[in-house]
């Protein structure tokens, strides 16, 4: 038995795309061919649409960051989104993406000498997202792919259907793993209702 690869589940996402616009699997991801070159992009660039909208699983909050040596503080390429926490005391910057580092609107500068606490959204690859977020990144490539392939508008109404319902399932996993409330409580509490019996222990 063989263990899967990446590319395999890239391959699989890619192959989904293409029979949903009428086109025959691939075996390999063929970069040379110029319609699964194209098909490929839009996978990509729709999974980084998707993960930019910022969700409970690749966000993450109160992430100390820390100067180097010379007082720059370097963005990595997997930071989607980023600014300041909003618990953290000092609010006096307005934190940018310069050549590459922070930059501070405010102070006009890039030299940080101190450490800082910022909220992340985090750009994961393909295979690691949840298969929900696959799917529903698959069905939106595949809307995109016939709108700009195929000149079929039943067919792009059909898959638009089928986004529609994958963004659904999309929702409630994302609903059911972040535990969110409007009653606005803080992150990481809980709240527990009023219990009658309490009134009479008392």
Request: aromatic share 10%; proline share 3%; charged share 20%.
């Given at each position: 038995?063989t263990?899967?690869?990446?590319?395999?589940?890239?391959?699989?996402?890619?192959?989904?795309?293409?029979?949903?616009?009428?086109?025959?699997?691939?075996?390999?991801?063929?970069?040379?061919?110029?319609?699964?070159?194209?098909?490929?992009?839009?996978?990509?660039?729709?999974?980084?649409?998707?993960?930019?909208?910022?969700?409970?699983f690749?966000?993450?909050?109160?992430?100390?960051?820390?100067?180097?040596?010379?007082?720059?503080?370097?963005?990595?390429?997997?930071?989607?989104r980023?600014?300041?926490?909003?618990?953290?005391?000092?609010?006096?910057?307005?934190?940018?993406?310069?050549?590459?580092?922070?930059?501070d609107?405010?102070?006009?500068t890039?030299?940080?000498?101190?450490?800082?606490?910022?909220?992340?959204?985090?750009?994961?690859?393909?295979?690691?997202?949840?298969?929900?977020?696959?799917?529903?990144?698959?069905?939106?490539?595949?809307?995109?792919?016939?709108?700009?392939?195929?000149?079929?508008?039943?067919?792009?109404?059909?898959?638009?259907?089928?986004?529609?319902?994958?963004?659904?399932?999309?929702?409630?996993?994302?609903?059911?793993?972040?535990?969110?409330?409007?009653?606005?409580?803080?992150?990481?509490?809980?709240?527990?209702?009023?219990?009658?019996?309490?009134?009479?222990?008392?």
């Amino acid at each position: 038995m063989t263990t899967q690869i990446a590319t395999d589940t890239e391959l699989s996402a890619v192959n989904s795309i293409l029979g949903s616009i009428g086109q025959s699997p691939i075996t390999t991801l063929n970069f040379e061919n110029p319609e699964i070159s194209f098909i490929y992009n839009i996978l990509s660039e729709v999974s980084k649409d998707v993960l930019n909208e910022g969700w409970h699983f690749n966000t993450e909050e109160h992430v100390k960051v820390s100067p180097d040596a010379s007082g720059h503080i370097t963005v990595p390429t997997n930071y989607l989104r980023y600014d300041l926490n909003d618990g953290q005391a000092d609010r006096h910057m307005d934190l940018v993406k310069r050549n590459g580092r922070l930059y501070d609107l405010v102070n006009h500068t890039d030299v940080f000498d101190h450490d800082m606490e910022l909220d992340i959204v985090y750009l994961y690859s393909f295979t690691d997202i949840p298969s929900v977020f696959q799917r529903y990144i698959i069905a939106r490539a595949s809307t995109r792919a016939a709108t700009q392939l195929v000149s079929n508008s039943e067919l792009v109404k059909l898959l638009q259907g089928q986004e529609g319902l994958a963004r659904a399932s999309l929702m409630e996993y994302e609903c059911n793993q972040g535990d969110h409330s409007f009653m606005g409580w803080p992150k990481n509490s809980s709240y527990r209702a009023y219990q009658p019996y309490r009134s009479l222990i008392r």
